[in-house]
C-alpha cells in the first residue's frame, strides 16, 4: 500500500475502473446511474482506505465496494419501481446507445438473456463468467460462502442456456468463449 492514498486510488482508478463501469451496468442497465456508482466506489474506497487490509486484490475489494454500492441502490430503488408496476407504467426494453456501444455485438444476446434471469444468478455469472474472478474472490465480493457461490452458479448456467435458446439467436461460439 502506497503512503500517499490519493494516488493509489488514482492508480485503482485507472486500471479497473472500466471493468467496475461494465460490471454495475449489467447490473442497474443504465449507464449514466452506472458511471454514478462507479463514481462513488472509488470515493468509497478512498474513504476507506485505511480498512483495505489486502486479505485479497485491490480489484476484488474495489468489486466488493461496487457490488455492495449498486445493491444498495437497486433496494433504494425498488419502491419506486413497484410504484411504476402498480400503476402499469411500460419499461423501455430498448437499451440506451451508449449501452449498445459498450456492449460488444457479440455478446449482445447474452446481456439480453442476462436481463432476464433472476438476480442472484446474473450477479454470479457476471462475476465468474465474465468478469472472470475466482471462486473465492467472487464469494467475498458477494458475501457469500464459496460453496454458495458454487452451488448458485451450478443451478444459474443451464437457466441462462435455456434463456439464450429462447432468444434464438445466439451465436454458439460466444457459448464457448464466455464458457456457458
Not at 433472476?118 to 465474465?130: A, E, G, S
Request: proline share 3%; charged share 35%; aromatic share 16%.
Amino acid at each position: 500500500m502506497s503512503d500517499n492514498p490519493k494516488d493509489e486510488i488514482e492508480n485503482w482508478y485507472d486500471q479497473h475502473s472500466q471493468s467496475v463501469l461494465s460490471f454495475i451496468l449489467l447490473m442497474v442497465k443504465d449507464y449514466q446511474q452506472a458511471e454514478d456508482l462507479t463514481h462513488d466506489t472509488f470515493v468509497k474506497a478512498y474513504l476507506y482506505y485505511d480498512s483495505f487490509k489486502q486479505h485479497s486484490s485491490e480489484k476484488t475489494w474495489l468489486f466488493s465496494i461496487a457490488h455492495n454500492i449498486t445493491i444498495d441502490f437497486l433496494r433504494k430503488r425498488k419502491p419506486f419501481i413497484l410504484f411504476k408496476e402498480f400503476f402499469h407504467f411500460q419499461k423501455d426494453n430498448n437499451p440506451l446507445p451508449e449501452e449498445v456501444f459498450r456492449i460488444k455485438e457479440e455478446s449482445y444476446e447474452l446481456y439480453k438473456a442476462l436481463e432476464k434471469i433472476k438476480d442472484t444468478y446474473r450477479r454470479v455469472i457476471i462475476l465468474r463468467k465474465i468478469k472472470g474472478f475466482s471462486i473465492e474472490d467472487t464469494a467475498k465480493i458477494l458475501g457469500w460462502t464459496e460453496s454458495k457461490v458454487k452451488s448458485t452458479l451450478f443451478r444459474a448456467i443451464p437457466v441462462l442456456r435455456k434463456q439464450l435458446k429462447k432468444e434464438g439467436d445466439f451465436d454458439e461460439e460466444a457459448i464457448f468463449r464466455y464458457r456457458i
